[in-house]
């Protein structure tokens, strides 16, 4: 069973574009491997659904409730863990807790993440993570 973080435009795709893609990753993520989701992502998911949705709080809760997943804390980098350099400051944080919390995927759709070239985690998007692990 692999650990895999999921990125905020991934939960926005999967809670507001219901698409045949995004139902197959789910599928596909929940059949052998652990969700795991930080506080950072979580945060940035409840502000982008509540500014750009209009979605009420316990909405989001109740989408949150159903959806399994692993809690993790977000690390902060504090210059003691050498991460490669990104080019959106604001996505630090995510990779920083990628990798202290060692995930063994993390999916996105941030071409400043897919552009990395990581060891651990191993940086895919939805459908290379479909196509990677789909039976």
């Known amino acids: 069973m692999l650990r895999v973080m999921l990125d905020t ?3 926005v795709s999967m809670a ?3 698409a045949p893609t995004v139902s197959r990753f789910f599928g596909v993520l929940h ?5 795991v989701l930080c506080e950072y992502v979580i945060d940035e998911f409840r502000r982008i659904a509540q500014q750009k949705f209009h979605v009420h709080d316990s909405v989001i809760e109740t989408f949150l409730h159903k959806f399994p997943y692993e809690f993790v804390a ?3 980098p504090d210059g ?3 991460l490669p350099k990104i080019l959106d400051e604001n996505d630090a944080p995510i990779l920083a807790t990628a990798i202290l919390e060692d995930v063994d995927i993390l999916v996105t759709g941030d071409k400043d993440f897919l552009v990395l070239d990581l060891p651990k985690p191993k940086i895919m998007t939805m459908a290379e993570f479909i196509e990677a692990f789909a039976s």
């Open 16 to 18: 507001f574009y219901p």
């Open 74 to 76: 977000t690390s902060q």
């Open 31 to 35: 059949a052998d491997h652990k969700a």
């Open 80 to 82: 003691s863990l050498a």
């Open 9 to 11: 435009n991934i939960l």
